[in-house]
């Protein structure tokens, strides 16, 4: 199964929840927005999907007693005015395994929309320069003067040899000079899009199946 969001479809409305977990095994998390996923389809939703930082996969585990699942710490609704892919088609897919990286950029002293081409200008100077990016996406905010954009890469690897590899600041910087921007960054595997089949077992039934997931993925990412 896929996610597709096209380029610039203004009848589109695109919304994203940051979450920080706030527990021990994340995997419980991850599953219940699974479900929540699933409900959503009746409220007029056409796709989800959830992103997991690989970054956060790596942080140290938390205590027993700690009994939130998660905090939101961000909500945005956001609009698709621009993007490419390599393969000629007008939107950008995602499945469940792939790696996306994301870019945010907000500012507070400049229009939007002069954010918006800065960004835009950013974008397409690199996109077909860096190897290994299969998609990428733009997306400006409805209420913040925010900017998001998602790039989808054939590896992890990929991912980091261009993040490595870059003088990201050097390049950037004449286009975003003139603005007063708060800038985040990271890096995401998509665990889950519409469509993926989603084991609906009693929470309480899964906690052995979801640790045993857990040491096994964390052990994966930690050599990749």
Not at 36 to 64: A, D
Not at 129 to 158: D, N, Y
Request: proline share 2%; hydrophobic share 40%; net charge negative.
């Amino acid at each position: 199964m896929t996610c597709s969001v096209d380029f610039n479809n203004k009848d589109l409305e695109i919304s994203f929840y940051v979450f920080k977990p706030t527990v021990v095994i994340v995997d419980h998390l991850v599953h219940g927005l699974q479900q929540f996923s699933l409900l959503t389809q009746n409220l007029g939703c056409v796709q989800s999907s959830i992103f997991r930082s690989i970054h956060g996969n790596m942080q140290s585990m938390l205590t027993n007693t700690v009994t939130r699942m998660a905090v939101l710490v961000e909500h945005n609704f956001l609009d698709a005015y621009a993007g490419e892919s390599r393969d000629g088609s007008l939107s950008v897919k995602f499945s469940t395994g792939d790696i996306i990286s994301m870019n945010s950029v907000i500012t507070t002293t400049k229009d939007l929309n002069d954010l918006c081409y800065a960004v835009l200008a950013i974008f397409r100077s690199r996109f077909p320069k860096t190897e290994g990016i299969t998609a990428g996406l733009c997306m400006k905010g409805q209420c913040l003067p925010r900017v998001v954009c998602i790039h989808v890469w054939q590896s992890l690897q990929f991912c980091y040899s261009w993040i490595l590899n870059s003088d990201h600041r050097k390049w950037m910087m004449p286009y975003l000079e003139r603005f007063s921007t708060e800038m985040k960054y990271d890096i995401f595997r998509v665990v889950y899009v519409s469509g993926d089949n989603v084991v609906n077992l009693p929470y309480g039934s899964h906690n052995r199946m979801l640790e045993d997931e857990q040491e096994s993925t964390q052990g994966q990412l930690m050599h990749q």
